[in-house]
């Protein structure tokens, strides 16, 4: 308990520094555009409007909810479902560290049931492994149209396919294993062991079926995403393809991914306005599109982690007031 005290204000610090560089991004791309035209454009939302596009990214997260819950279950059953489901809303708080590492902050809560460390965080591993993957494949359709992004989106996707049968591979393990015993440092080779626990781990969960199964929820839950997005667009009176709605949806969040910039602030911003214009919006209705949009997903996603931590340290808090007594 004295440790997870420790860890949170060290992850507090990022989330507060990215909210704040939000404000500014967000405040200074309002301000140097038609301040009025985009307050004009945001009315157009009505209370239906707004539920809609929530209950999609709702069903984002409940979708990896799921894939989550299938990785943590192939090595414990100990999780109840529900308290399993708080830890993982938690992590949301924590979307805009880094690489969304913060989100790692699971661990912690699951290291109760005897989930070892290796185990959860090949989870997490897995899980943005799969992301990428899944962003790829929604974005293929907007390469198409936007032909500057084709290769881009090719190689990432070389990539991270390429890859998958080198962390799968047994040979690469004890490769590896004999490259970290020859090792100068204990320490390092400490270290070294920990990380091939967590790839072997991951290995595991990137076995066929639950590979498939991760890569069917992954597109069913950024899929609900792209939804919100093409509905904002509709809203807004951008005509847009359907299919290049999520692309262009998919192509932002990879490069905000790939940035590894807290939450993507700034790139993901840069590139969906980008791509916006290059179909025909114009400037404050594609900055109003990419502020709704980054509200309603992004920064709903830090409400209900932050919301979910909250419950979570109460919780603890209790527990800690009863073992007193």
Known sequence: MEREK?????????????????IAIYG??????????IGELSSKFGWSVWLLVLGLSLSNYLLRFVRWQLYINRFSDAVPT?????????GFAFTTTPGKAGEAVRSLYLKRHGVAYADSLAAFFTERFIDVITMVLLSLSAAVAFPDFRWPVILVAALFVG?????????????LDRLRLQ????????????????????????????????????LLAWGSEGVAFYII?????????????VGIYSISMLVGALSFIPGGLGSTEAVMV???????????TAIAATLICRVTTLWFAVIIGAISMTILELQDRERRKQAIL
Do not use: C, Q
């Not at 420790?6 to 939000?22: G, T």
């Not at 200074?28 to 035209?37: C, G, K, P, Q, R």
């Not at 080198?166 to 690469?172: A, G, V």
């Open 183 to 218: 090792l100068p440092s204990k320490k390092i080779r400490s270290v070294g062991e920990h990380l091939l626990a967590l790839l072997r781990s991951a290995a595991d969960l990137l076995k066929t079926r639950l590979l498939y199964s991760g890569l069917a929820l992954g």
């Open 6 to 22: 420790r860890v949170h204000p060290r992850l507090m610090r990022p989330l507060i520094l990215s909210i704040l560089v939000a």
């Open 82 to 90: 529900l308290t399993n489901l708080t830890y993982y809303l938690a």
């Open 28 to 37: 200074l791309s309002v301000i140097s555009t038609d301040f009025e035209a």
């Open 274 to 284: 980008l791509l916006l214009t290059l179909i025909g919006a114009d400037m404050p």
């Open 233 to 245: 667009l509709d809203t807004l009176g951008v005509s847009s393809p359907f299919w290049v709605a």
């Open 163 to 175: 890859s998958l049968p080198l962390i799968r591979s047994m040979k690469m393990h004890h490769l």
